[in-house]
């Protein structure tokens, strides 16, 4: 008899038709090739375009699990205070719906955030003793410190985000972390010896490799460009501003250099506005872009950027798979210290400070110079997404630590 499943995932579950395969979509798949019967709970508005849902196109698309659409009250931007809203009636809606189905499953497997659901889910599991999986995607309320600057307002405001996250930990029975940071964190607090994991998001590279061939012809690259290239949202904590002043700065001594900037977010229209009106002609909006076509830029260019502004939070981000598995050599800005002793331990690439655009010039200007370096890093990128980011065999970890759960409870 196969073992049930529920995948709880609001803001993180998008479907191949809509965006391309996301994580959690491999999450899924991944069980179900393990024997899994799978329920996937999720949204019935799209987080990453911040649209209502065609649910009747994802129930044409024969997808092997069950889908259940929680509604939820729509929102324009990342940091809205009608996301809080949303989410606190989604959570209503998840607690019931899982109060009477919990009997269905033999686990259930969260994304945190949103840290009010991840709580109540853990909590019904722990009533119910059914083991629950959370996977930790990113860290609230710390990520919310780089907007709300008042100590004493981020005090109020997100206490109730850090006692979500506490409660979650507390009553999870197994922690994947998509960063050895974020793993730990579920520990900071509250030492457990309950089974843990670090599976870095990476990407499908069947999936990236397939949109190289399908676009490349379309992505067209002039003789002598040399393509420094950002792909990802474009919001608070990434810094495309410095990126585009590195550009005005090269603009004349190597027009050759050509950055392109693929993605959207809150910060799109104002940065590409500000790129017309101080005449940074060297500077490419792609906007949203199809994950096909966005692997198909990335493997065009000859390096891709990983930018971050001071003090930003995040350790290994989602886009970093699909750098790597484009085979370029990478700058990278983010201060963490676990990223950056991944780029500088594997070679892939070359730390500089973030908010600096004079090294960030001369990190693009020594790259292009040293073809062979380059070289030398994209190849180490390509072996390090193989081995470590491929989410078609590292994925295989996350059912091996649910397994482990369940065998936990008997």
């Excluded at 970890?397 to 649910?402: A, N």
């Amino acid at each position: 008899m196969s073992k049930k499943i529920a995948i709880v995932s609001l803001g993180y579950f998008w479907f191949p038709c809509e965006s391309g395969p996301s994580r959690f979509y491999q999450i899924a798949t991944t069980f179900v090739k393990n024997g899994y019967e799978v329920e996937v709970i999720t949204t019935d508005f799209q987080h990453f375009k911040k649209i209502p849902r065609d649910k009747g196109t994802i129930l044409s698309q024969g997808y092997p699990f069950k889908i259940t659409f929680i509604e939820t009250m729509p929102y324009k931007k990342n940091i809205d205070p009608r996301r809080v809203i949303s989410n606190r009636l989604a959570e209503k809606k998840v607690r019931a719906y899982l109060s009477a189905h919990m009997d269905d499953y033999d686990a259930v497997y969260v994304s945190i955030p949103a840290n009010n659901i991840a709580a109540a889910v853990t909590t019904i599991c722990k009533e119910h003793d059914v083991p629950c999986v959370v996977d930790i995607e990113d860290l609230w309320p710390e990520a919310m410190s780089m907007v709300i600057k008042s100590a004493a307002v981020r005090k109020v405001l997100l206490q109730s985000f850090f006692k979500d996250a506490e409660t979650t930990y507390a009553n999870c029975s197994g922690v994947i972390g998509t960063s050895e940071d974020y793993t730990a964190r579920a520990f900071q607090y509250k030492k457990r010896q309950i089974p843990s994991s670090t599976v870095y998001v990476g990407c499908n590279l069947e999936d990236f490799d397939e949109g190289v061939r399908e676009f490349r012809e379309e992505v067209k690259k002039l003789r002598g460009e040399f393509w420094v290239s950002y792909a990802g949202s474009i919001s608070t904590s990434y810094d495309i501003r410095t990126l585009l002043l590195a550009a005005q700065d090269l603009l004349t001594s190597h027009p050759e250099i050509r950055v392109q900037i693929l993605g959207t977010g809150s910060q799109k229209d104002e940065l590409e506005s500000f790129a017309k009106e101080n005449k940074i002609s060297n500077v490419t909006f792609w906007g949203f872009t199809a994950y096909p076509k966005m692997a198909a830029v990335l493997d065009q260019s000859d390096l891709v950027i990983n930018s971050f502004i001071k003090g930003a939070p995040q350790s290994i981000v989602n886009k970093v798979g699909d750098y790597l598995a484009s085979g370029k050599a990478m700058i990278n800005t983010l201060e963490n210290p676990e990223f950056c002793r991944l780029v500088e331990n594997n070679r892939v690439g070359i730390n500089v400070p973030p908010e600096n655009k004079n090294a960030l010039a001369h990190a693009i200007v020594s790259l292009e110079n040293d073809e062979a370096r380059r070289a030398e890093m994209g190849r180490n990128a390509r072996r390090l997404a193989e081995n470590d980011f491929n989410r078609e065999s590292s994925y295989q970890r996350i059912v091996d630590l649910t397994e482990q759960c369940i065998e936990n409870k008997k």
